[in-house]
């Protein structure tokens, strides 16, 4: 079965401090991953998937099949990063249709 | 290009009643997704569709339905509606076939509210 899972419903850091988002997956054939982002006010978006393995706004995020974790990492917070933020999963054994953790809210204080 | 676009934005209706949902994709994509996003949780499946053929159903009941036009536009529809069916109705589009390397690109939504 297909499922992602994302332990925190909030995350609060200050302004200046690492962040790391946590996701962990259940998935059997091959995942793909991705980070989605929904700012106040605005649509979801796609932030980036394992596969391209760019940093986007300074997140990174590594694959570990082993742990099978997809966790979401920033050096520096930024209050701009406040947001929340979707673990999926997709995969061609599934048809490709995008599966979605519960998400967590980033609240970057000042 | 205004992106996704879903009409109408908020949706008032009683048990029992059924409701239609559209989605008209961005210019030139030709896949159209739909998902259910209830308070508190991620965006959950529904519907896939690509060149107007269904490519992918979730795991719901069959009181919803949908179709995508000549056009690429879509529509959700949902029978008998109950309680359980309030929610955000996402709809999202992608050039081609949904695939790791087709990004989706995701409307603002509709809110169906059910009394």
């Known amino acids: 079965a297909q499922r992602v899972t994302q332990p925190e419903k909030l995350l609060s850091v200050f302004k200046g401090a690492p962040v790391e988002l946590k996701c962990n997956y259940s998935?059997?054939?091959?995942?793909?991953l991705f980070w989605y982002v929904q700012y106040s006010r605005q649509r979801l978006q796609l932030l980036l998937r394992?596969?391209s393995r760019e940093s986007i706004k300074g997140f990174t995020a590594d694959l570990n099949k082993g742990e099978t974790s997809f966790h979401l990492k920033k050096p520096f917070a930024q209050e701009e990063d406040s947001a929340m933020y979707y673990c999926a999963l997709s995969g061609r054994e599934y048809g490709n249709k995008l599966v979605f953790g519960a998400g967590t809210i980033l609240r970057v204080k000042s | 290009d205004a992106g996704v676009t879903q009409s109408p934005t908020h949706l008032i209706k009683t048990r029992g009643q059924h409701v239609t949902l559209r989605c008209s994709p961005i210019?030139?994509?030709?896949?159209v997704s739909w998902y259910q996003q209830v308070l508190g949780q991620g965006p959950q499946f529904i519907f896939q569709y690509y060149e107007k053929e269904e490519r992918g159903r979730g795991n719901f009941p069959d009181r919803f339905s949908a179709r995508q036009f000549p056009n690429y536009s879509s529509e959700l529809n949902v029978n008998a509606l109950l309680l359980g069916d309030s929610a955000l109705y996402l709809c999202?589009?992608?050039?081609?076939?949904?695939?790791?390397?087709?990004?989706?690109?995701f409307g603002p939504g509709t809110r169906l509210t059910v009394l």
């Open positions: 999202a589009s992608s050039l081609r076939a949904p695939s790791s390397y087709n990004e989706q690109f």
């Open positions: 210019s030139g994509h030709k896949s």
């Open positions: 998935y059997s054939g091959s995942p793909e």
């Open positions: 394992h596969i």
